[in-house]
Nanobody, 126 residues
């Protein structure tokens, strides 16, 4: 399974961006857990949100109400829509995927996933 991310860029504070993560390869359509992570310079990587086998999305408190996770009907592309961005959201963003059973809220660690995207940079300037 391969994950390819796109959609990063630079945006003014208060703006929006939507990241995409497309899965391909054998059994890619059976991927049922997807997580989003970010890592800012000098900081630890943190879980942003994710969805599990039931499809229900969960979010970190820092992005709740501003970020929205969704997917296409073919279940091969997941999206992370980010609204009301602030400079504190500046980071490299990664998607991660796994075959799993359970709530996305239970898969908050990088090591919970088996496949990872290459990352896409998001820069928010004031």
């Amino acid at each position: 399974v391969t994950l390819v991310e796109s959609g990063g860029g630079s945006v003014q504070s208060g703006g929006s961006l939507t990241l995409s993560c497309t899965t391909s390869g054998y059994a890619a359509q059976k991927i049922n857990c997807m997580g989003w992570f970010r890592q800012a310079p000098g900081k630890e990587r943190e879980w942003v949100g994710g969805s599990g086998s039931d499809g229900e999305p969960f979010y970190a408190d820092s992005v709740k109400g501003r970020f929205t996770i969704s997917r296409d009907n073919a279940k091969t592309t997941r999206y992370l829509r980010m609204d009301s961005l602030s400079p504190e959201d500046t980071a490299m963003y990664y998607c991660a995927a796994a075959f799993c059973v359970g709530s996305g809220n239970a898969f908050r660690r990088w090591s919970d996933y088996s496949y990872w995207g290459q990352g896409t940079q998001v820069t928010v300037f004031s």
